[in-house]
């Protein structure tokens, strides 16, 4: 017996309508999209009823190696072997393993490790030990910036999500990313801290602008405050180095890592903090607690995910596969200046800005039909996001700017038509 393909797809997304979200069902029927993940394997995905898509969304970067890695695949069999979760109260060995690993990866003093499940948790775990290194009150983040959907990443994130559940916990202020002068602005004795993603993704793949980095060192030194680097999506190679914060030369104090820590297999994520924040941690060493965070057998998974990443010549491999994307889609500029306005790219961290809001979704659509998975980005809407697999291949990038050249070709058509 196969797990997949059991059922039409019908009565798959009735049940999903019926018991997991009436309200997803219906955006999705509303916009024309039925995709169901059914097989997956490396770059590619396919729809349950057979339709072959390549992978440009990896769910922000959990799927950075691949769908399935085998290597990966191997590395949880092996853990089960012989681990399980683990218990979280005590020492364990294999989160001191991977928390000396991720600490030799790092820059600078970034040598202690909180793991959690997810991004938001580590979010906000990261956001708790700000506020108790500093007993301060204060965090700023980006207008528009996403850190998930838990307790003080929802206060840090856009409104559109937050409001529903207010009161929310005070002290969260938001500026607009890549201004230094209004961060500046923003910023007192009050500031606990400033967070920002290396490049905000949901806002739509935003490059900040030179020297934003080191300036926002510069106001948290000057004002007391931590700097916490949201590396979420940008980690992990996505950006040609092991972190894309090390690509501006900047030390942040706190940086959050997860989605790709899974291997796209077993979820886990961490905080990676600098050593002057410990004695706050030191002195209530119960103060944070996640029962799966850092689970034993994610640990393993993790590792594995490390010493891949780790390999002569993997970064080599994502920034050559970066050029041949950069020299592809300015191509594709050239050929559709109507639609296609900006090409943004760190690494394999890629944007589409387009002419406007429309522009996105109907991407989104447009790929769905030709064959590539890319979603737009959610607060700004002419923009979609371009994250291959980072294991991707020269031919299966090629393979990528065709497919987005047709699926240009269609939305000039669109637009034109409308
Ligand atoms: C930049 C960033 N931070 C945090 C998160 C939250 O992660 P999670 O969904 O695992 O809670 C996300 C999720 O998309 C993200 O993109």
Not at 27 to 56: M, P
Request: overall charge negative; aromatic content about 8%.
């Amino acid at each position: 017996m196969t797990l997949i393909g059991q059922e039409t797809k019908k009565r798959i997304i009735e049940r999903f309508g019926r018991h997991v979200s009436s309200g997803k069902a219906e955006f999705f029927a509303q916009v024309g999209v039925d995709l169901i993940f059914g097989k997956r394997e490396g770059v590619y995905v396919w729809d349950v009823d057979g339709q072959k898509l390549i992978d440009c969304h990896c769910n922000g970067g959990v799927f950075n190696l691949g769908h399935r890695n085998p290597r990966i695949i191997a590395a949880l069999k092996k853990a089960l072997e012989e681990l399980d979760i683990g218990n979280h109260h005590f020492i364990s060995e294999h989160r001191a393993l991977l928390a000396e690993r991720l600490a030799s990866l790092s820059p600078g003093d970034l040598k202690r490790v909180i793991f959690g499940v997810g991004g938001g948790e580590a979010i906000d775990t990261a956001i708790k030990l700000a506020r108790g290194h500093t007993g301060r009150p204060k965090v700023i983040s980006a207008r528009g910036g996403y850190h998930g959907h838990t307790g003080f990443a929802l206060a840090a994130g856009d409104e559109q999500y937050r409001k529903p559940f207010e009161p929310l916990p005070l002290g969260f202020i938001q500026v607009p990313f890549g201004d230094l002068p209004a961060l500046e602005a923003a910023m007192d004795t009050e500031t606990a801290a400033v967070m920002f993603e290396t490049i905000p993704a949901t806002l739509g793949i935003v490059v900040p602008p030179e020297g934003f980095f080191a300036g926002v060192r510069q106001l948290c030194d000057h004002y007391g405050a931590l700097m916490i680097i949201d590396e979420v999506q940008t980690g992990l190679g996505r950006c040609s180095d092991i972190w894309g914060i090390n690509t501006y030369g900047v030390i942040p104090d706190i940086l959050v890592t997860a989605k790709g820590l899974s291997g796209g297999i077993y979820p886990i994520s961490a905080i990676l903090y600098r050593e002057h924040l410990n004695p706050f941690l030191h002195e209530n060493p119960f103060i944070h607690i996640s029962t799966f965070g850092g689970a034993e057998v994610g640990c393993y998974v993790a590792l594995e995910v490390l010493n891949i990443l780790e390999e002569p010549g993997f970064l080599e491999h994502v920034r050559k596969m970066a050029r041949l994307f950069g020299e592809g889609l300015a191509r594709l500029q050239e050929r559709h200046p109507e639609v296609l306005m900006e090409v943004r790219q760190r690494g394999l961290m890629m944007g589409l800005k387009m002419i406007n809001d429309t522009c996105g979704p109907l991407l989104t659509l447009a790929g769905l039909h030709h064959g590539l998975l890319t979603i737009y980005a959610n607060h700004d809407q002419s923009v979609n996001q371009l994250l291959p697999p980072l294991t991707i291949r020269e031919d299966e990038a090629g393979e990528v700017t065709e497919i987005l050249d047709r699926m240009l070709e269609w939305l000039e058509g669109t637009i034109r038509g409308k």
